[in-house]
């Protein structure tokens, strides 16, 4: 029987979306599915959703396990065909709070911070040596597994798994199959269907390169003009201006959104500028909002997914469709994150990008994409030289390539003189004592 491992199965939503999809799959349906987490609750919370979407949905034909703790991880790992990943070390409390609340004292606020700045450089650092343990346990006991990643900072992670293990992986983000459906719908434009385009960079920062209506032709000079109408008088309802500003600057529109995008760089959140916070409608501490309401929802929600009647429509998750493609050599076109390896021409060969990938039988297979336009490459490089950096820390142990990665990070670079970047980061070091290994 094939398996399918899921790490961090406590993630109960994400968990139905991507297990209710593999059940709604012919080729995946009498897969095994070994639910692993360290928190006994929510494990045993998404083990009685999943068992009651398999009779649903699927005429009970899954086996489902569950597995608690580290002591039992390599046995959720045995035989695994594939890996989820859905961790996210630390949770809200204590590590987020900590991400946001330390740097704070510094004056430096985030939106997000779990892709770039100081927070996704601290979630990287305590996230890569679980990864580490999860590479040493699948080499052993499925070395022959994908690992799915979908934890943030998805770069770094699976930048680091990719260079320094020998586990099949790909990074997989939400944001590349809505990027042009989204845009056109908010510009109140509907082109001739289906549409063709070509989106490629890094993740959270990949760039709709092209974009063609069903008769090829170009859409970028109506969305322009549109995007700039925007601008000029934005909706009260309407929030994208980050990424709106970027067309109008930079001639591209990107994948993620403005509150992620809004601390990518060093032009939106300044504190002797704090007119930018209204004018592009910045959400600061945004991510802690969404994690208590996330909580306090799930509150509510854990009799509904615990429910005999639940049941699924397939979403538009990548993870089933690749599975799909790999068992029944039926290819099917993802946007995935990969080592560079000259698949974007003018960005580092190091790096991970997220580009055009193929999947069938013979796997995960990136697409050559070229050269970004060079100010798109320039976007890029001011976060590459921050997941590099961070990388280099998690491998040498060396607080000074931490030091390194805040110094290079646009939005804390921009607000801190070099002194209080590294006072900040020897505090949150401090802070996470105990989630992060010893550093010298």
């Known amino acids: 029987m094939s398996k399918i491992t899921f790490m961090g199965a406590g993630s109960s939503v994400f968990a139905k979306n991507v297990l ?29 959703m999943v068992n009651a979407l398999n009779r649903n949905i699927n005429e009970g034909r899954a086996t489902v396990t569950k597995y608690l ?11 695994a065909d594939f890996v989820v990943n859905a961790i996210q070390v630390g949770l809200y409390e204590p590590c987020t709070v900590t991400d946001f609340e330390v740097p704070k004292k510094y004056g430096l606020r985030q939106t997000i911070a779990d892709t770039l700045g100081i927070g996704g450089i601290f979630r990287a650092l305590r996230t890569i040596p679980v990864l580490e343990d999860f590479a040493e346990d699948m080499a052993q006991v499925c ?13 770094m992670l699976s930048g680091w798994m990719q ?39 890094i993740n959270h920062m990949a760039w709709l390169l092209e974009i063609e209506d069903a008769d090829g032709n170009d859409l970028y000079p109506e969305i322009r003009r549109r995007a700039n109408d925007f601008l000029q ?9 980050t990424r709106y500003e970027y067309i109008r600057r930079l001639g591209h529109y990107c994948t993620e959104s403005s509150e992620h995008n809004a601390e990518y760089n060093n032009f939106f959140i300044k504190s002797n500028y704090p007119e930018l916070i209204e004018r592009y409608k910045i959400p600061l501490d945004e991510y802690p909002r969404r994690c208590i309401r996330h909580i306090e929802k799930w509150a509510e929600d854990r009799l509904k997914y615990a429910n005999d009647n639940i049941t699924h ?45 193929l999947v069938n039988k013979l796997g ?24 590099l950096l961070t990388i280099q820390a998690a491998v ?17 670079s921009a607000e801190l003189s070099i002194d209080d970047i590294i006072s900040l980061c020897d505090d949150l070091i401090e802070a996470h004592k105990g989630w992060l290994p010893e550093y010298h």
């Open 313 to 357: 429509t397939r979403t538009r998750e990548y993870a089933a469709h690749i599975m799909e493609a790999i068992v029944t050599d039926v290819p099917y076109k993802i946007g995935g994150n990969v080592i560079n390896h000259n698949l974007i021409t003018n960005l580092p060969a190091e790096a991970c990008v997220e580009v055009p990938c």
């Open 69 to 79: 703790g580290v002591e039992n991880r390599k046995d959720a790992l045995r035989g």
């Open 233 to 241: 008088n934005p909706p009260s309802y309407f929030k994208d201006l």
């Open 396 to 412: 040498t142990k060396k607080k000074e390539h931490i030091y390194h990665a805040a110094m290079m990070d646009p939005h804390t």
């Open 20 to 48: 209710g999809d593999v059940m709604l799959t012919p080729a995946l349906r009498d897969f095994e599915i070994a639910l692993y987490d360290i928190d006994p609750e929510r494990l045993e919370d998404s083990y009685i």
């Open 143 to 155: 070395p022959g597994a994908y690992f799915l990643n979908y934890t943030n900072p998805m770069a």
């Open 364 to 387: 995960i297979q990136p697409t050559h994409v070229g050269a970004l336009p060079p100010q798109l490459a320039a976007m890029n490089i001011t976060n590459i030289n921050v997941q």
């Open 163 to 201: 260079r320094y293990t020998d586990i099949k992986t790909v990074g997989l983000c939400h944001s590349v199959q809505v990027c042009s459906e989204r845009l056109l719908k908010n510009l109140g434009f509907a082109p001739k269907l289906p549409i063709r385009e070509k989106i490629a960079g």
